[in-house]
């Protein structure tokens, strides 16, 4: 009897260890973080989608190297110390890849966790150069670059609007002051002087001093740098005060929210953003897959999608999903096709072209310029 139970004993504790071995090497655990709560909400959604699609579709084809992606969500509220604090719990769940974070001042912190953790970083919307410069093995883009975009509002600020007064605004974000700034650099380049150089701060919901400034120093173009719920409002304020103003903004106005915020005020906003990824057709299947399911993958959907698509493929021809071995394979081993069409990247973590172009709001929709 004895010797039975030991048996029976000793099998079942095999069986645990088994089981307990078999999911682990069954699956590999990658995650996607970025504001899922709080006003920049929507651009978490944008992230969430399209991790899930990307996620999705990769398994239904077998997964990565035979194995199952999971996926975890992180919320970081774009704030940097939840964004830490996620990192830091990515790390204590084994995860090898993170597709995020969308706020800079969340991805630039969070991406030093990343680096002592040996987790290979690719965000989908961060585009302040600080992200890369640093110089870390980790950290990616599918997205441009601030200097990147600035040039292009800049240059289109000296040259299609040079007798214009021109206030350059910011709230001071990370992100908000690093595209202003990146704006007046070009422009300045190029011989054009702003009229008024301004933080406003964010949360607020009266800028009507703020616009009182405006209209004081005769100011008929309004650049932002900063996120849509507040530049929807002071918009829609500046047209409520009679402010007779051009204004333009970058990324963070591709989410209808904006619209909401700004009501028929936002008619005519220009903003920079890359050419729509939803029109190239090596998105088109993707693209029919989220409207399938009532989804409009705008913004940085398709840009998250690509951040998984990429990191999966490296691993596929790096065969294994080591952060560092992947993270070189990226560097060396592109073009990689992506939603996006072809990405091959320098040795900062870069997309080697980025093609900023304009965007404008007309009833209720944007649409390329």
Not at 4 to 16: C, D, I, N
Not at 235 to 263: C, N, P, Y
Request: glycine share 10%; net charge neutral; proline share 4%.
């Amino acid at each position: 009897m004895m010797r039975r139970t030991l048996f029976a004993g000793a099998a079942t504790l095999a069986a645990v260890l088994w089981l307990a071995a078999a999911p682990a090497s069954a699956q590999i655990k990658i995650a996607s973080a970025g504001p899922m709560t709080g006003e920049y909400a929507t651009f978490g959604k944008q992230l969430k989608d399209g991790a899930e699609q990307a996620v999705a579709d990769i398994n239904a084809k077998g997964g990565v190297l035979g194995q199952q992606l999971v996926l975890e969500i992180g919320d970081d509220a774009c704030d940097p110390k939840q964004a830490v604090s996620v990192a830091n719990k990515f790390a204590s769940e084994g995860i090898k890849f993170v597709a995020g974070h969308f706020c800079s001042s969340s991805s630039i912190p969070a991406s030093k966790v990343y680096t002592e953790e040996g987790i290979l970083q690719i965000t989908p919307a961060s585009t302040n150069p600080k992200f890369t410069e640093e110089g870390s093995w980790n950290t990616f883009r599918t997205c441009g670059r601030d200097d990147q975009q600035g040039k292009v509002a800049g240059h289109t600020i000296a040259t299609e609007f040079k007798d214009r007064k021109v206030a350059i605004l910011h709230d001071n974000t990370t992100y908000g002051k690093g595209i202003a700034d990146e704006t007046k650099k070009a422009m300045n380049a190029e011989g054009k002087k702003e009229a008024m150089y301004q933080a406003y701060v964010p949360g607020e919901h009266d800028y009507t001093a703020l616009v009182s400034r405006l209209k004081e120093a005769g100011i008929n173009l309004v650049y932002f740098g900063g996120y849509h719920s507040e530049v929807g409002l002071i918009v829609r304020q500046a047209k409520e005060q009679g402010l007779q103003a051009t204004f333009l903004s970058e990324d963070a106005m591709m989410t209808k929210e904006f619209w909401q915020i700004a009501g028929p005020a936002g008619e005519g906003m220009m903003m920079t953003f890359p050419s729509d990824p939803r029109m190239r057709p090596t998105a088109a299947a993707v693209v029919k897959e989220f409207k399938a399911k009532g989804i409009d993958p705008e913004g940085y959907v398709l840009y998250t999608y690509a951040a998984v698509q990429l990191w999966a493929e490296a691993a596929e021809k790096a065969k294994t999903t080591d952060p560092k071995k992947v993270a070189a394979m990226i560097k060396s081993g592109g073009p990689w096709p992506t939603v996006l069409g072809d990405l091959s990247y320098d040795k900062k973590g870069d997309v080697t072209k980025a093609d900023y172009v304009w965007y404008i709001w007309h009833a209720g929709n944007y649409t390329q310029m």
